[in-house]
């Protein structure tokens, strides 16, 4: 592209009423080579003129040339060089998503200008510059902000919507009075601006408000909001911190502000880099697509992500939103100041944001043992999804923006966080940070690759870190090593996991194993063959090759080794046992071994496990191979734990202060003797239930989400009163509980009639997947949701509009690998005949669950 962009000056000017926003911007570009045309990102906007000149010219009045034929904008314009005044023709090509601007003469190298006016609709779709709805006492107003990431800045303004174009923004709103505008920097001047509306008519009761220029940053980091907004603020050094809400919910910022001042703290100190703007703003936005988003200075949340009531979030609420402000909040530096080139290299943003915000929250919560979790909830899904044939590299081809909002999934952000903890961790954590610091400072306010965060890794270490990372990066999959002890020598050999049709495939990884030689020794080892062999300390009590499960692979022992390996499993740390029976069930799925050999290891060597985590995995494990497979045995364990629990462990109250993972682990508890229809379980229900009816305060925030869940489930009376409270509750959190409780009635009308209730306008579309999720998950559902998606496609694939996919992706996730056993014919020819662009890789995926689930269904089914 001969095109460079140096700065856009934006007005925009919305109408929430009318849901439609005007535009005008000035593209100041350099032209590197000469050319007769001009091409621009854009889509879904009416251009109303273009005008062209090498110094700002005056715009001229009541002229216009012929509209370009088959101009998809139905909109006539003129294109005028003031140094000569010829004219020329532009063209909206919606389907190419571009403005082609076709000069009437040649335009050599140098320095222009182009102005543009605009108009766009403000789209209910949770993409580009969409409308949001929210309540004030009752009444349904809305306000207007942005989602540009990938590439939907186009949608809101004509640009090179692409990463490595990048340029300052100077951003003008025209607003309402009463209302207040946000954008990336600070407020510079806000007049009554009637005489500058874009609008014809009626100016009144208008103001403008300017912003200062930003920094060199990409399109799809510009952030617009408009609307009743209220804000907690406090100070960072130097820096605004706000907390920025709809009305009569600010208060409930205070935590999110102490997060942010942390978070700031701990990355200034940590890539050595002061954060870059004057003011950052958390924006709690009410309909929205994903969790958060990076916008440069003006962050974007879920409510539910970024709120917290002290008398309603539980724990789980509180450790979220610790973690996703620190996720985002790493994006500062790392995606923002230094961006990648193309989106083939996202993981380059979202890995490291993963992997930076445990670190952030570890250093300022040790108490809740985060890396624990990241190994079950980060390690663990990122195998999950790269065990499948139909899974991506890490860097992944990406040929077109259709195909961008799959890669935002488990390998970019969990695969790729891994990756980075095994060379974290293999490089040691003091060369591992000055790597990132030369890193951040070498390519700052520029764009980079991965190659060029190898060599600074290597430049920090001397170490190979280019040759260790390439595999994992480049190549799908990723390795299982199996191991054999002969005499005194321990043979190791790799080649890639896959769940299902596994052909041997014998790719190769340079794997760093750190291995545990007996409760005391440890050992390095950097495993580049396809097998080799280490010579063993004598008297080896036991080998762990995956020592705090720091590499990126799954462990298969011979039965020897394995079996010595468990015996002595008190001597392993919490990662490490967490990956032991992941590990063997993993390979259980595989068919490579036998579900027998899960019961044995579990009955025999866990049975006076104390950890809360390994507790909370082995409940949850069992649990859900019952719920896939209905098998008596796994019911049977999972009671047996979830029983010693509730009864001896934590008890079924919480406590003061209490360890999260107790929180965790009650909850869990709680929901899986739900599912077996427990009568101690149901009583307990039963009594929190009356209580919350008599007095809502009554009922514990850390068990509000299982309580909910269960009351439907143990009597379909309940289902009204939390429909009820569903539609009242001001507060998200609360009402996605409540809606995720609705899903799990036994009852088959209420089952029918949730249903078509979730379709329904009292549902937003960005509720939905937590809708789902919870009817997927219900065995009596089954049926109904696999009917349901069948019918309801073409509407959910219309409300989408082709830009909300992630939320059908999540969607597809939810339903298809468990509702679709006993169906699988059907549920394929289904999603083959109903193809939608950018969901194609999910649909592979989702469907290679599906055949990998019902494989073990017909195998262990009771």
């Known amino acids: 592209m001969n095109l460079l962009p140096i700065n856009y000056n934006l007005t925009f000017e919305p109408d929430l009423e009318k849901f439609i926003f005007k535009g005008k911007e000035i593209i100041t570009f350099e032209l590197k080579e000469k050319t007769k045309e001009i091409v621009l990102d854009a889509v879904d906007l009416k251009v109303y003129s273009v005008i062209l000149a090498s110094e700002e010219p005056a715009l001229p009045a009541g002229r216009r040339a012929r509209p370009e034929s088959n101009n998809d904008s139905g909109v006539s314009a003129e294109s005028v060089f003031p140094q000569n005044d010829s004219a020329s023709s532009f063209k909206v090509d919606n389907k190419n998503e571009k403005l082609n601007i076709y000069l009437s003469r040649e335009l050599h190298p140098g320095e222009y200008k182009l102005f543009i006016e605009f108009e766009g609709i403000l789209n209910d779709k949770l993409a580009g510059f969409y409308r949001s709805r929210y309540q004030v006492d009752g009444k349904e107003k809305y306000l207007a902000t942005t989602q540009f990431e990938a590439a939907d800045a186009r949608r809101a303004f004509p640009c090179i919507d692409h990463p490595s174009f990048k340029a300052t923004f100077n951003i003008t709103l ?266 951040i400072k070498k390519y700052q306010y520029k764009n980079a690759a991965a190659p060029d965060l190898w060599n600074e890794f290597e430049n920090a270490s001397n170490k190979p870190a280019a040759d260790l990372m390439q595999k994992y990066i480049t190549q799908v999959g990723f390795p299982l090593v199996s191991v054999k002890k002969k005499n005194n020598y321990l043979e190791l050999s790799q080649r890639r996991f896959l769940l299902e049709n596994d052909t041997e495939e014998r790719s190769n990884w340079n794997i760093p194993i750190l291995m545990q030689l007996g409760s005391k020794k440890h050992s390095r080892f950097l495993l580049k063959k396809q097998s080799d062999i280490i010579k063993l300390p004598s008297k080896t009590e036991f080998i762990n090759i995956n020592f705090d499960y720091s590499g990126f692979f799954i462990s298969d022992y011979s039965f020897d080794l394995h079996n010595k390996l468990a015996e002595n499993v008190s001597h392993l740390n919490h990662s490490d046992k967490l990956g032991l029976i992941h590990d063997l069930f993993s390979l259980i799925l595989s068919g490579k071994k036998d579900l027998e050999e899960l019961y044995r290891c579990i009955e025999t060597f866990f049975t006076e496990e104390k950890s809360l985590i390994v507790l909370h995995y082995i409940i949850s494990k069992f649990t859900g191979i019952y719920r896939l497979s209905k098998n008596q045995k796994s019911k049977r364990i999972a009671t047996q734990y979830a029983k010693k629990v509730l009864e001896k462990i934590v008890g079924y109250k919480p406590k003061k202060k209490e360890n999260i993972f107790a929180t965790y682990l009650r909850v869990t508890a709680l929901a899986s003797l739900t599912l077996f229809d427990d009568r101690d379980v149901s009583r307990f229900v039963n009594s929190q239930f009356i209580g919350y009816l008599k007095n809502e305060k009554l009922l514990h925030s850390d068990l509000r989400v299982v309580i909910y869940s269960a009351a439907v489930w143990f009597d379909d009376r309940n289902y009204k009163v939390l429909k009820k409270d569903y539609e009242d509750s001001p507060i998200q959190e609360e009402k996605l509980k409540l809606l995720s409780a609705l899903g799990f009635s036994k009852n088959k009308i209420q089952i029918k009639e949730n249903l078509l209730y979730i379709m329904s306008a009292k549902v937003p579309f960005a509720f939905l997947s937590n809708a789902v999720s919870s009817l997927a998950r219900n065995p009596f559902a089954k049926e109904d949701v696999i009917d349901w998606l069948m019918n309801s496609w073409p509407e959910l694939v219309k409300r989408s509009g082709g830009l909300a996919n992630m939320l059908l992706r999540r969607v597809l996730q939810s339903v298809i690998p468990l509702s679709g056993i006993g169906r699988e014919k059907e549920t394929e020819a289904f999603l083959r005949k109903n193809k939608v662009a950018g969901l194609e890789r999910t649909v592979e995926q989702v469907l290679e669950e599906l055949r990998i689930n019902s494989r073990f269904v017909r195998k262990y089914k009771f």
Not at 289 to 307: V, Y
Not at 364 to 389: A, I, N, R
Request: include cysteine; charge should be negative.
């Open 174 to 439: 025209i607003i309402d009075k009463h209302l207040t505008a946000i954008s990336n920097t600070r407020v510079t001047n806000s007049t009554e601006a009637v005489e500058n509306s874009l609008w014809q008519g009626d100016k009144k009761g208008k103001k403008m408000v300017v912003f200062e220029r930003t920094p060199l940053m990409s399109t799809y980091l510009l952030y617009l909001g408009v609307g009743e907004f209220k804000y907690l603020e406090e100070k960072y050094n130097d820096i605004s911190l706000r907390v920025i809400t709809t009305p009569g919910k600010k208060q409930y910022g205070k935590f999110a502000l102490e997060c942010a001042k942390k978070s700031l703290e701990y990355f200034e100190k940590y890539f050595d880099y002061p954060y870059p703007l004057k003011k950052l703003d958390l924006i709690a936005i009410p309909e929205f697509a994903t969790g958060a988003m990076e916008n440069w200075g003006a962050i974007t949340f879920r409510e539910n992500a970024l709120l917290f009531y002290p008398e309603k979030s539980s724990k789980a609420t509180l450790q979220r939103i610790a973690s996703i402000i620190a996720h985002e909040i790493a994006h500062q530096w790392f995606g923002n100041l230094v961006t990648m080139k193309w989106w083939d290299d996202l993981w380059l943003n979202e890995s490291f944001a993963t992997y930076m915000a445990y670190k952030a929250v570890n250093y300022y919560w040790p108490e809740w043992d985060v890396w624990s979790q990241y190994v079950t909830d980060t390690v663990f899904e990122g195998m999950g999804l790269d065990s499948l044939k139909s899974s991506h590299p890490i860097k992944a081809i990406v040929k077109n923006t259709v195909e961008l909002d799959e890669l935002f999934d488990e390998i970019a952000y969990e695969k790729g966080g891994s990756i980075l903890r095994m060379l974290d961790l293999y490089l040691g954590e003091r060369v591992f940070r000055d790597g990132l610091r030369n890193y």
